[in-house]
């Protein structure tokens, strides 16, 4: 009897904040597989809780606003990981060089610069592919994604200039060296 009753209190505190027990989530890992995100969408499009993985962005959007880029990836992230939207998808991938590029030239880690992109290249290969699901990017999205995939796989195939190179969104990004963006 007391276990059904703590089970029965468990069920309805998960309901209470909006979460579902039956939910899917996504590893922070399959973030960086377009197969698995879009096998996931497809699965899971219809009943994944995507009200709940919006509720993260607007505090994510606030923080990126103001350049504090650790709980703007925290966001981001957790939004992609209870509904792999695109661009949820692209605004991670985008944090997540913003933070990671300081915190390595602060550690004299600058080494790992292909390794972090590469794993941003992944991440937008995935937005691609939560797109072809999707279809929710608009034509200048779409373009600007297809851009910066471009760019970093060219940059990590070592066939950009620094001066090019420099001009890759998510290059600039890791380097800091790109202007404060609306979102």
């Not at 990981?81 to 692209?90: D, N």
């Not at 034509?139 to 994604?145: E, G, I, R, T």
């Amino acid at each position: 009897m007391a276990k059904r009753l703590v089970l029965s209190m468990w069920c309805a505190s998960l309901l209470a904040c909006g979460a579902k027990p039956d939910a899917p989530v996504l590893a922070q890992t399959d973030l960086e597989s377009p197969q698995a995100i879009s096998q996931w969408l497809k699965a899971h499009r219809w009943t994944a809780d995507r009200t709940f993985a919006n509720a993260f962005l607007p505090h994510a959007h606030e923080s990126a606003r103001k350049q504090n880029w650790g709980p703007a990836g925290k966001g981001f992230c957790e939004s992609a990981m209870h509904y792999p939207a695109p661009q949820s998808l692209r605004w991670c991938a985008d944090a997540s060089l913003h933070v990671y590029g300081p915190v390595r030239v602060r550690t004299g880690e600058t080494f790992k610069e292909k390794s972090d992109l590469a794993g941003a290249l992944c991440m937008l290969d995935s937005a691609s592919a939560a797109d072809a699901v999707l279809n929710e990017l608009s034509p200048a999205d779409k373009s600007s994604l297809e851009q910066d995939r471009t760019c970093l796989q060219a940059y990590l195939n070592d066939q950009l200039d620094t001066a090019r190179a420099d001009a890759c969104a998510p290059i600039a990004a890791y380097r800091n060296l790109d202007r404060p963006r609306g979102r």
